[in-house]
Nanobody
Framework: QVQLVESGGGLVQAGGSLRLSCAAS????????MAWFRQTPGKEREFVAC????????FYSDSVKGRFTISRDNARNLVTLQMNSLKPEDTAVYFC?????????????????WGQGTQVTVSS
């Protein structure tokens, strides 16, 4: 089993930056591809970014490409999402997720492990 705990959310002005962290427990972490999703009220969870188990491959949604960076540190069981040039439309609850099924999976049903989420609010 893997437990995931997100942190780092908050309120920021448009154009600002935030860094989200996802701390994982459990020995499976190093074998999982990891991702960030986000969700706003009344909408389905939206894929944001993912990273392979080794950290050598990353993939982003078009809406965040060039502004967000996903990374991982397997020695520390940590995944981070650096978010720059934030826009009001980035406002959402952000979730960390893990899957043993492989890299570049953009559907939430492909992920077995989820954190509780952290709120990000970008004011205009």
């Amino acid at each position: 089993q893997v437990q995931l705990v997100e942190s780092g959310g908050g309120l920021v002005q448009a154009g600002g930056s935030l860094r989200l962290s996802c701390a994982a427990s459990g020995r499976l972490f190093g074998s999982l591809a990891m991702a960030w999703f986000r969700q706003t009220p009344g909408k389905e969870r939206e894929f944001v970014a993912c990273i392979s188990w080794s950290g050598q491959q990353t993939f982003y949604s078009d809406s965040v490409k060039g502004r967000f960076t996903i990374s991982r540190d397997n020695a520390r069981n940590l995944v981070t999402l650096q978010m720059n040039s934030l826009k009001p439309e980035d406002t959402a609850v952000y979730f960390c997720a893990g899957t043993p099924r492989g890299f570049r999976l953009v559907d939430d049903y492909e992920y077995d492990y989820w954190g509780q989420g952290t709120q990000v609010t970008v004011s205009s």
